[in-house]
Structures are given as structure tokens and as C-alpha cells.
């Protein structure tokens, strides 16, 4: 499967940006659809993901309340709704895909860059 992250952008804190994740490719039995991101300097954390048609969604402590992961299952799509953007939301966003029985997420793609000035 192949990946394409994308909507980032230069944002003020408080703002807002909605990210897509386009899948081409061996899209069949996709499990888990996620969003993670990884800041200079830091290792990649996981943000969000929705599994199967959405009856399991979860987020990171840090982005709940203001994220929120959404699919189009017709157009193999998802999107992060970002709200309330703070500085330390600056990151390169990434999304990813998972198979059911495999906890390990892949096809992270070049990913979109999130920028939160203060």
C-alpha cells in the first residue's frame, strides 16, 4: 500500500488544519488506519487511529478533545481534524495502515510538516 499525507501547513496557536491520508494500492483488509508524528529531535509518537469502519477510535492523551480521525471509506481516505493547534503540535505528520492480527503499523510515506507559531 502507498501512502500520501498531506493539508500541513504553517499555523498560529489556537488554529486549526485537516490532514488527509490518501491510500493507493493493496488497500483490501486494511485494519487500522493511523496518524502519528515525530518532532526534530524526537522519536515518532502515535496521534490517532480508527479501526475498521470506525467502532474503535483512539487518540493520544495530548491531542484529545482537540483532534479528531475521520474516514472515507468509498475514496480510501482518512483525515485528522486538528483544533486548538499548540506550538508543541509542531511535527511532521505521518499516516499509516495496519493488518488485523499485526500490532506494528506500515507505508508511512514522506508525510506532511505541521508548524504551530506561538
Known amino acids: 500500500v502507498q501512502l500520501q499525507a498531506s493539508g500541513g501547513g504553517l499555523v498560529q496557536a489556537g488554529g486549526y488544519l485537516r490532514l488527509s491520508c490518501t491510500a493507493s494500492?493493496?488497500?483490501?483488509?486494511?485494519?487500522?488506519r493511523g496518524w502519528f508524528r515525530q518532532a526534530p529531535g524526537k522519536e515518532r509518537e502515535f496521534v490517532s487511529e480508527?479501526?475498521?469502519?470506525?467502532?474503535?477510535?483512539n487518540y493520544a492523551d495530548s491531542v484529545k478533545g482537540r483532534f479528531t480521525i475521520s474516514r472515507d471509506r468509498f475514496k480510501n481516505m482518512w483525515f485528522l481534524q486538528m483544533s486548538s493547534l499548540k506550538p508543541e503540535d509542531t511535527a511532521t505528520y505521518y499516516c499509516?495502515?495496519?493488518?488485523?492480527?499485526?500490532?506494528?503499523?506500515?507505508?508511512w510515506g514522506q508525510g506532511t510538516q505541521v508548524t504551530v507559531s506561538s
Open positions: 480508527i479501526i475498521s469502519n470506525g467502532a474503535v477510535i
Open positions: 494500492g493493496r488497500t483490501v483488509g486494511i485494519y487500522a
Open positions: 499509516a495502515v495496519r493488518s488485523p492480527g499485526v500490532s506494528e503499523y506500515r507505508g
